[in-house]
């Protein structure tokens, strides 16, 4: 799931009959089976491993009166896709409104995408055949593609399930990526470099089973930053995986000179689990959060908490419960108000308000 930057009472999702829907919060524009959506059409033939609103940078150079939405989608039929959800038609076969096809390719990976991150038009996208691709996507002013492989990167030996990039100070074009896989590594990349067999830093069992989740901290660039801090947050990467752990790291503190299982044990916090070890869970955290530059936020282990937690102090700062099991997070800010969506198991989508 993801919230847009440019409209964000939008917010999009994914799910596993390769089904995307957009969603706006006020429920103004509506359909005959739920006032919130705007559009749910199938957009791929297996689950969708992600949803992104394209950058804004890209969504710029489109002209202004096609009052365009692009967005991308990656799924486990190894297709990236590109819609534009501000022009919809009927489909003849199925009879349903669906957004315009403006892209599409399967020949980026042999097999199948498990994750995927975008920024500027640069396209990471990491595969059950073990690799890590680096593409670049450019949109005319009337949302003509172009589209071109750049780089394959080689560092993990198992399905890459997580790849995020860092983003940069004043939205540049960033050049650092994180990974994880069911290898149980974490690594960072330089994508400058020559070298796409290795990676700059890795971390060896990072967690238990295999890592699911590597996050930046997005709100390094805060107002509230004193540079120092502005350094601190900007390396801080958070982790999860098959096992009841959420890791933060401050790269700056991984040394690539040691062995990667030295690294494995320099986090600056370990969070544990939400779930008392006498009830019977599934051990995996999903979909941890930044919520600021002091909160993360979680799901997991197969109950109904959320789980917030300090990054100052490494406490617990609050538990609450859901109805049903939450899957997964997204979140935005609208005028200093923090919405938190969370997906459950069921299909329904809880929106949730924080003014910290």
């Not at 609103?53 to 991308?72: A, H, R, Y």
């Not at 509230?224 to 096992?243: I, R, S, V």
């Amino acid at each position: 799931m993801e919230f847009s930057d440019k409209y964000p009472d939008l917010l999009l999702a994914g799910g596993k009959g390769g089904v995307v829907s957009l969603f706006h919060l006020n429920g103004n524009l509506s359909n005959s089976e739920n006032k919130n959506v705007i559009i749910s059409f199938k957009a791929h033939q297996k689950w969708i491993s992600d949803v992104k609103f394209l950058s804004e940078n890209i969504c710029n150079k489109v002209d202004s009166n096609t009052q365009s939405i692009p967005i991308i989608t990656s799924s486990d039929d190894g297709f990236i896709k590109v819609w534009d959800l501000g022009k919809c038609r009927k489909n003849s076969q199925s009879g349903f409104e669906e957004p315009k096809l403006i892209y599409k390719n399967n020949n980026i990976h042999d097999k199948g995408i498990f994750s995927m991150d975008e920024v500027n038009g640069l396209i990471l996208t990491g595969s059950k055949d073990r690799s890590i691709v680096l593409s670049k996507l450019a949109l005319s002013s009337t949302l003509t593609p172009s589209f071109e492989i750049l780089s394959t990167f080689n560092h993990h030996y198992n399905v890459v399930k997580s790849v995020n990039w860092k983003r940069t100070l004043n939205n540049e074009n960033p050049v650092i990526f994180a990974s994880g896989g069911q290898d149980r590594m974490v690594c960072i990349k330089d994508i400058r470099t020559n070298d796409t067999d290795n990676a700059e830093l890795s971390i060896a069992n990072a967690h238990d089973g295999g890592v699911h989740t590597v996050l930046w901290n997005p709100y390094f660039n805060s107002s509230e930053n004193d540079q120092e801090n502005l350094e601190k947050n900007h390396n801080m990467l958070m982790t999860a995986g098959m096992d009841p752990f959420i890791k933060v790291y401050d790269v700056r503190k991984l040394t690539k000179n040691s062995s990667d299982e030295a690294n494995s044990a320099n986090p600056l916090f370990i969070f544990k689990g939400h779930t008392s070890n006498h009830i019977k869970k599934i051990t995996s955290i999903n979909s941890p959060k930044f919520l600021s530059n002091e909160t993360i936020v979680t799901t997991g282990e197969g109950n109904d908490n959320i789980s917030l937690y300090c990054l100052k102090t490494g406490l617990t700062l609050s538990r609450g419960e859901l109805p049903e099991k939450p899957i997964t997070l997204a979140i935005n800010d609208i005028n200093k108000t923090k919405n938190l969506a969370v997906s459950c198991k069921s299909g329904s989508i809880y929106i949730l308000h924080s003014n910290n």
